[in-house]
């Protein structure tokens, strides 16, 4: 695994003092499990709850797809930036997929970095 991958926070990866940070930091991806072809369909990602302050809070979130068959994944679908105090992480996304993949969200926390989650999505 490539060094920044490794420093990626999973359910399965989180050990030791991380275990009891899992449920505050995993995104959380609600998405249908099929879709139409070049159908536009909703995505919401959200972390939480999760401390909301200057101090400590959700500063961003990246979703990403991994195309089947797409020589280099892979895709940035967006990337979402959260004011501390004003805004929570949570967002909802209005997406288009021709191919089957799979949906990768990252959160990060400013005390407890990157922790990802994913999602299969089949087109149809
Ligand atoms: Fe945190």
């Not at 050990?15 to 609600?30: D, F, L, N, W, Y």
């Not at 797809?65 to 949570?90: C, D, Q, S, T, W």
Request: aromatic share 8%; hydrophobic share 40%; net charge neutral.
């Amino acid at each position: 695994m490539s060094e920044l991958g490794s420093l990626i926070y999973t359910p399965q990866r989180a050990s030791g003092e991380a275990v009891s940070k899992v449920e505050s930091h995993t995104p959380r991806i609600q998405a249908p499990d099929k879709v139409g072809k070049n159908t536009v369909f909703k995505v919401r990602v959200e972390v939480g709850p999760h401390p909301n302050t200057v101090e400590h809070s959700i500063r961003w979130i990246e979703l990403y797809f991994k195309e089947e068959g797409r020589a280099f994944n892979p895709i940035l679908l967006g990337r979402f930036v959260f004011e501390p105090v004003y805004a929570e992480p949570a967002v909802e996304v209005s997406l288009k997929l021709g191919k089957s993949g799979k949906l990768i969200a990252v959160a990060y926390c400013n005390l407890h970095g990157l922790w990802e989650s994913s999602k299969d999505i089949k087109v149809e």
